[in-house]
T-cell receptor, first 108, second 113 residues
Framework: RKEVEQDPGPFNVPEGATVAFNCTYSNSASQSFFWYRQDCRKEPKLLMS???SGNEDGRFTAQLNRASQYISLLIRDSKLSDSATYLC?????????FGTGTSLTVIP | DVKVTQSSRYLVKRTGEKVFLECVQD?????MFWYRQDPGLGLRLIYF???????EKGDIPEGYSVSREKKERFSLILESASTNQTSMYLCASSLTGGSGEQFFGPGTRLTVL
């Protein structure tokens, strides 16, 4: 069983739409959680950390549900520049476990 | 800004060759990692290191070795390259006790013929 699972998509949404990604993790001892963004042929870069209380950064909202062991990312008012692959990442004992990524394409 | 650099963006090698991939970070991070990324499989950890001269196997260490003689440098070695090692190789570093964020290098696209 994979440590981190996420729907690979692809998600194709029109500009201005709201889109949500979910991710589940298998180890309840996981300590910290992140969403990374990876553009085509580029390295992953941190989008945001995910906190138990939920956190928001502009159009992006991340939520963590420890009881159900899932993490979510909500993108409001999608822009063309949001097109990328979004990686769910879990940290356990200084090791990082990556989901396979969810592909998002925002269409004009 | 943290910078992680990798020695090559693109590399083409022949089966059986010994391959060295170098990674350097400039922010005094204790932790360094080597991953490979393949379509449909995501990032898979090959090896990681918590400190100089320390190394730990990740999920797929077979066919690889690593070296960390200096804190800023973490090398990945393919002793005898094989075609199934054709992949994108990503190096990353992170700070112990920090935010937990990993910083990635630009990647090396390795093709083994």
């Amino acid at each position: 069983r994979k440590e981190v699972e996420q729907d690979p998509g692809p998600f194709n949404v029109p500009e201005g739409a709201t889109v949500a990604f979910n991710c589940t993790y298998s180890n309840s001892a996981s300590q910290s959680f992140f969403w990374y963004r990876q553009d085509c042929r580029k390295e992953p870069k941190l989008l945001m950390s995910v906190y138990s209380s939920g956190n928001e950064d502009g159009r992006f909202t991340a939520q963590l549900n420890r009881a159900s062991q899932y993490i979510s990312l909500l993108i409001r008012d999608s822009k063309l520049s949001d097109s990328a692959t979004y990686l769910c990442v879990v940290n356990l004992s200084n090791q990082f476990y990556f989901g396979t990524g969810t592909s998002l394409t925002v269409i004009p | 800004d943290v910078k992680v650099t990798q020695s090559s963006r693109y590399l083409v090698k022949r089966t059986g060759e010994k391959v060295f991939l170098e990674c350097v970070q400039d922010m005094d991070h204790e932790n360094m990692f080597w991953y490979r990324q393949d379509p449909g499989l995501g990032l898979r950890l090959i090896y990681f290191s918590y400190d100089v001269k320390m190394k730990e196997k990740g999920d797929i260490p077979e066919g690889y070795s690593v070296s960390r003689e200096k804190k800023e440098r973490f090398s990945l070695i393919l002793e005898s390259a094989s075609t199934n090692q054709t992949s994108m190789y990503l190096c990353a570093s992170s700070l112990t006790g920090g935010s937990g964020e990993q910083f990635f290098g630009p990647g090396t696209r390795l093709t083994v013929l």
